[in-house]
């Protein structure tokens, strides 16, 4: 949900439900990358609440689309990592010699 003017949309606040910290540190770091960004945070209104609010407001564009492209360069940034690791992994099975498995009676 947004809580924002109708006649300025370079500052809204976003209310996310079911979500925490986890995505809401993420999304403020990813934010704070971006240029047109000139304030963002996150509250939690209650630990018992499963929601956060985070407040964006941008140099003039639309907090909305700001917002919405940090969230899609996070997903790029997850998909970068799963990938990475997912090689990883393979890698470092291709690289252990196949041990003999004798079974002991």
């Given amino acids: 949900m947004e809580h ?5 949309h370079s500052k809204s606040t976003f209310s996310l439900s079911d979500e925490d910290h986890t995505l809401a540190n993420s999304v403020r ?3 704070n990358q971006d240029p047109r960004v000139s304030f963002c945070g996150y509250s939690i209104p209650h630990p018992s609440d499963a929601r956060v609010n985070i407040r964006v407001q941008t140099t003039g564009d639309s907090a909305r689309e ?14 970068h990592v799963r990938s ?3 090689k990883a992994v393979v890698d470092h099975k291709l690289s252990q010699p196949v041990k003999d498995m004798s079974i002991k009676k």
Wanted: hydrophobic share 50%; net charge negative.
């Fill in 66 to 79: 700001v917002l919405k492209d940090a969230c899609q360069d996070l997903m790029l940034m997850c998909q």
């Fill in 84 to 86: 990475t690791f997912e």
């Fill in 29 to 31: 770091f990813v934010l």
């Fill in 4 to 8: 924002g003017s109708f006649s300025d």
